[in-house]
């Protein structure tokens, strides 16, 4: 197995970037899980119920959301701050 992937961007300026791999978590029990929220209608539920489903299920200790104010990237501090606070991070649309 590759510790690393290609990432194939959309975009003009770089249509290729190579990311590292991480390593998968063992457990959720005791895992902070954040959430990226796009702003597409309907996602805050839906983070509100796979969360009741982690934390009931899988023992996650903690959340962190960061709603983004819509389609843009997400704010770079931010991301930055989900990354040392949560051992995984979840993003997704809700449509």
């Keep these: 197995m590759s510790d690393s992937l290609r990432v194939y961007c959309p975009n003009p300026?770089?249509?290729?970037?190579t990311v590292p791999l991480v390593r998968a978590l063992g457990s959720l029990h005791g895992a902070t899980i954040g959430f990226i929220d796009n702003a597409k209608p309907n996602f805050q539920f839906l983070v509100d119920d796979l969360e009741a489903e982690l934390?009931?299920?899988?023992g996650i200790m903690a959340v962190r959301k960061h709603r983004k104010p819509g389609q843009v990237p997400v704010d770079p501090e931010a991301l930055r701050r989900l990354a040392e606070e949560c051992d995984a991070v979840i993003t997704g649309s809700g449509d």
Excluded at 13 to 17: L, V
Excluded at 55 to 58: A, D, E, V, Y
């Design 55 to 58: 934390t009931g299920r899988f």
């Design 13 to 17: 300026q770089s249509n290729t970037r």
